[in-house]
């Protein structure tokens, strides 16, 4: 699922994406947009410049929106057609865009036969299928809202049932899901359901909706998240619920980042400070799909009292945070509400699900986004995102604060070794030494030198004050040496950092007065050259991107 690092995700809920723009769209009801109008739109969206669409959940539902679902093994017939289903994500991957689904593990429609049959019946094969208080109509549902009754995938049958529905939509395409109230399902579920998905489809992105705002005290029984009770109590932190499913999911959509934002939309430079906090507490391989807005809540243009330049503030930012990127439909054409999602009693979120306004788009927001989203992309076009503010573990040879002349940076790969020269502006400035063998597909391995005396805990600060490289091309001058012998005896110092894909790396800093071991005793070298830059990835952090390497 590395490819969902770099997405750019654009959310759709179908039946309002292409419907008439003139319909009655205040009313709960289904007004006409379909499968079909979104292969239709396709054009619309690799001209934005989206790699991934997020589709609302299209299974056969009592619904307009779609997350009250009869069947998870059907298509809504007022959405189109299996077929149409098949030709969409035909037609995206021939676009080189991913899609992804909408999935509703945790509930379905009070509607639904398996539920209707439960109900009727004390003997009915599905009735331990759902949570029952007081047999036939008190039960457990999606928090209070009783025609969505809870799933119990504690149940063997009702588990498979779900998990298997999962993998059938993937069967025939889909890139991923993203999972409707995660909160609800148990951990022990969460981890099944990735074992199941991740055997069959690896690249499959698998994030989760966390979210508990809202919640009453009540509904607790509802949700499955550890020690819900206190934190309800004292206050449920974001950063919390949204780390609870690390090693389980992929990733959960960034809540926290959208609540600093929308609270801090007139005050950048506190909503940077707050971010940069948020970020840190967090694994680099965990992915966090960033958003402004969605189907749920208010307009982000809303929330800026109409002011374009406020949500263009906020939306470079969320361009410069190395997450994914999700834009809910609508947000890129400047589509906003006369009211907030509060001041209705029901349906309050009908004010933010309005047809596209694909005749009243606002070209100066529009023009914006296309721009933003060029930037973006065409810096991720680079192959391997290195960050070098990782984890240290420290050998024997060299103490924390001793000077060197030159430091090593060394990206593992097959076995081997590399030895770069990094020249910016024609002015050779940093060196490399090392590559070995890595289990995983071969990368591109760095070692930096620098020219300036520093200390090794200095390592990271240096770079990050080298305003001048950044989003420079680079070169890098590299040896491959297919024998390595007599470097036993070098003192070195070892970093191991992660990616932000995961990938497990090193960072050799070695003495520059032993660095002819590396390069005698009969080694053999092949010329090549790389190429890359340096680049601002998120808050005060430095990345060296590197394109790939190609023999000389």
């Given amino acids: 699922m590395n490819w969902f690092k770099d997405a750019i995700v654009y959310q759709i809920l179908i039946d ?80 080189d865009m991913k899609i992804i689904a909408d999935f509703v593990p945790n509930h379905c429609s009070s509607k639904h036969p398996f539920f209707l049959d439960a109900q009727a019946s004390r003997d ?20 209070s809202v009783k025609e969505l009754p809870k799933l119990n995938l504690g149940n063997e049958e009702c588990r498979i049932h779900i998990i298997n529905a999962a993998k059938y939509w993937l069967s025939l395409g889909f890139d991923g899901f993203r999972l409707d109230h995660c909160i609800g399902p148990k951990h022990k579920f969460w981890k099944e359901f990735r074992r199941a998905i991740k055997k069959e489809y690896p690249e499959a992105v698998l994030i989760g909706e966390a979210w508990m705002t809202g919640i009453k005290f009540r509904e607790l029984n509802t949700v499955n998240v550890r020690n819900k009770y206190l934190h309800w109590l004292v206050g449920q932190s974001s950063d919390q619920l949204l780390n609870e499913y690390y090693g389980e999911l992929d990733g959960v959509l960034d809540f926290r980042f959208q609540e600093i934002m929308r609270d801090n939309n007139n005050d950048l430079e506190a909503a940077k400070r707050l971010l940069k906090k948020h970020y840190e507490r967090f694994p680099n391989n965990y992915l966090l799909p960033t958003f402004l807005d969605n189907h749920d809540m208010n307009r982000f243009l809303f929330e800026c009292k109409n002011e374009k330049e406020r949500l263009k503030k906020a939306a470079e930012i969320q361009f410069s945070i190395e997450q994914p990127i999700i834009v809910y439909y609508g947000t890129e054409s400047g589509m906003t509400q006369e009211k907030s999602t509060q001041d209705f009693p029901a349906n309050g979120d009908l004010q933010v699900r309005k047809p596209m306004n694909w005749r009243k788009a606002d070209k100066d927001i529009l023009d914006f986004y296309k721009e933003k ?53 024609n002015q050779p400035d940093l060196l490399l030494v090392e590559k070995t063998e890595y289990p995983s597909q071969p990368e591109i391995n760095l070692n930096v030198s620098a020219e300036e005396n520093i200390s090794l805990s200095d390592f990271s600060e240096y770079l990050n004050d080298k305003e001048e490289y950044f989003g420079k091309p680079v070169q890098l001058l590299g040896f491959l040496m297919t024998e390595m012998k007599g470097t036993e005896s070098a003192s070195f110092s070892e970093y191991f950092i992660m990616d932000d894909v995961g990938n497990r790396f090193k960072l050799l800093i070695i003495n520059p007065e032993h660095l002819d071991l590396f390069l005698k005793n009969g080694t053999t070298m092949e010329r090549y050259i790389v190429s890359g830059k340096f680049l601002r990835s998120g808050l005060n952090k430095l990345e060296l991107r590197v394109s790939g390497i190609q023999k000389e």
């Avoid at 599905?126 to 029952?132: L, Q, V």
């Fill in 373 to 425: 989203i060029d930037k973006r992309k065409n810096e991720n076009s680079f192959e391997k995102s290195i960050g070098l503010n990782r984890t240290r573990k420290w050998h024997k040879g060299m103490s924390r604060d001793a000077k060197l002349t030159m430091f090593f940076l060394t990206i593992l790969s097959i076995s081997g070794f590399l030895a770069y020269q990094l020249i910016i502006d």
């Fill in 16 to 95: 309002r994406f292409t419907c008439p723009e003139k319909c009655h769209w205040e009313k709960p009801d289904f007004m006409g947009g379909t499968i079909n109008g979104i292969i239709g739109k396709l054009p619309y969206l690799k001209e934005l410049g989206i790699n991934t669409i997020w589709i609302s959940p299209f299974y056969k539902t009592s619904a307009y929106h779609g997350y009250h679902v009869l069947d998870f093994y059907s298509v809504e017939p007022r959405f189109g057609t299996l077929n149409d289903i098949k030709e969409l994500i035909k037609k995206c991957h021939a676009a």
């Fill in 124 to 143: 009915s094969k599905y009735r331990k299928w759902f949570y029952w208080k007081r047999w036939p109509d008190d039960y457990l549902c999606f928090l």
